[in-house]
Nanobody, 118 residues
């Protein structure tokens, strides 16, 4: 089992920045990749970013490309999402998730609220 705890959400004005963190514990040696997802009110959960635990390679949703950066610290078992130039449409609950090799995202954090005011 892997436990995930997010932190760092909050309220920010448009154009501002926030940094989200995700701390993993438990069987962290089984993590193959971690992702950030978000869900806005009345909308389905959507993919934001992914990082592969072994080499740190990343992929981003088109909507955040160039503004968000995902990173990880293997020694501390943490992943972060640096969010710059935030827009009101980035308002959502952000979740981090972890997956084993060839597995689906079966481990999820509790979510952290990000609100961007215009």
């Amino acid at each position: 089992q892997v436990q995930l705890v997010e932190s760092g959400g909050g309220l920010v004005q448009a154009g501002g920045s926030l940094r989200l963190s995700c701390a993993a514990s438990g069987r962290t040696d089984s993590i193959h990749r971690m992702g950030w997802f978000r869900q806005a009110p009345g909308k389905e959960r959507e993919f934001v970013a992914i990082i592969f635990w072994s080499d740190g390679s990343t992929t981003y949703a088109d909507s955040v490309k160039g503004r968000f950066t995902m990173s990880r610290d293997n020694a501390k078992n943490t992943a972060a999402l640096q969010m710059n130039n935030l827009k009101p449409e980035d308002t959502a609950v952000y979740y981090c998730a972890a997956a084993k090799y060839l597995g689906t995202y079966e481990y999820w954090g509790q979510g952290t609220q990000v609100t961007v005011s215009s």
